[in-house]
């Protein structure tokens, strides 16, 4: 499962989306906010709500060199 954010609806997601894409993610969920709460991010508390544990969560950085972080999400 994939996470594409900016910040202003004047950034483009295409690419962020075609990184995810390519890293396996069959998944994407998108927003375009700059609020930095687990609450202003509706998007982010539906795949928290939804993905599993055990289950891995992408998302791509707002770094210049572009990688893919995932994240294993393990029961407690």
Do not use: W
């Amino acid at each position: 499962m994939g996470y594409a954010r900016t910040s202003t609806t004047d950034q483009n997601l295409a690419a962020q989306i075609a990184a995810l894409s390519n890293a396996g993610c069959e998944v994407i969920r998108e927003e375009q906010k700059s609020d930095v709460s687990l609450e202003g991010r509706p998007q982010l508390m539906t795949i928290l709500d939804f993905i599993h544990a055990g289950e891995t969560l992408c998302h791509h950085p707002h770094r210049p060199a572009g990688q893919i972080v995932a994240t294993d999400l393990r029961p407690p």
